[in-house]
């Protein structure tokens, strides 16, 4: 329903001069089409004068990114594997319902609740698939990552992703095993997300040291923890990730763009 109120409506307010920030995936991958996640590459918005138009990216992609690009800039990132958590409001009110309805009826065996926005159940479940699957086998939630990235932090980023929808109600967690050129150590990662904008570094290696998705409800920052060395590769580095994705995978996202268009250009202009 997004791409398509878009698709109507996004030319006709771009002809008549104004500048669309588009929260809908329709324009995410038009080569004349900046995709912008402020963070990360907010000189790229100066793309916006071909169309009119600024891209929103995917929920789960615009939480990676802004862990990956300070890590990208001090030692290059050759390869990222990330399993996603995503919570059912990325589906919407249709998802909230369901899990709040289905969960209700577990405990009510006279009240059979069946999967109807999701494919199964989703209350006590979790279900490796979101959007459609592709001739490859992945989903396009999967293939959202793999782009989204390459379009926004490098296209040189090898990517492969698996996303879940699991029965929590608001908030992305994000499993993320990065292999960079250089040899980067835990510490100096710490230390180089602890400073870098957008981001909150929770991690201490005891009970309750991480932060969880419904510590994030709410919260405008991209919260970064379980920071820790991948032994398996010369130059790997595993950490967890967590983002309101009604905040800093849509509506924030999109209110930022427009802070950063009304300083960096509108105001020259």
């Not at 907010?42 to 929103?56: L, R």
Request: with cysteine; aromatic share 6%; hydrophobic share 40%.
């Amino acid at each position: 329903m997004g791409s398509e109120a878009t698709k109507i409506y996004a030319p006709k307010a771009a002809a008549a001069g104004c500048v669309v920030i588009d929260n809908s995936s329709l324009y995410r991958y038009d080569p004349d089409v900046p995709l912008i996640v402020p963070e990360v590459n907010a000189d790229a918005i100066h793309g916006y004068s071909k169309k009119n138009i600024i891209a929103n990216p995917n929920c789960s992609t615009a939480q990676m990114v802004v862990a990956l690009k300070p890590l990208h800039d001090r030692a290059r990132i050759k390869r990222v594997v990330v399993s996603t958590y995503q919570s059912v409001s990325g589906a919407g009110k249709e998802g909230i319902d369901e899990l709040w309805d289905q969960t209700k009826s577990i405990y009510n065996p006279t009240d059979d609740k069946p999967a109807r926005k999701f494919t199964k159940q989703i209350a006590f479940n979790v279900i490796p698939h979101i959007d459609v699957f592709l001739e490859d086998g992945s989903t396009k939630e999967e293939w959202k990552m793999v782009a989204e990235t390459k379009k926004i932090l490098d296209p040189k980023i090898k990517v492969t992703a698996t996303c879940v929808r699991v029965p929590v109600f608001v908030g992305h967690s994000e499993s993320i095993n990065i292999e960079f050129e250089d040899h980067l150590d835990e510490a100096e990662a710490r230390d180089i997300l602890r400073e870098a904008p957008g981001i909150m570094v929770i991690d201490k290696r005891e009970n309750g040291g991480y932060v969880t998705p419904v510590e994030c409800v709410g919260d405008y920052a991209t919260f970064i923890s379980r920071i820790r060395q991948d032994s398996t590769i010369d130059n790997g580095i595993n950490l967890w990730c967590v983002s309101d994705n009604l905040r800093k995978g849509a509506a924030l996202n999109a209110v930022q763009i427009a802070e950063v268009l009304g300083q960096r250009v509108l105001k020259k202009g």
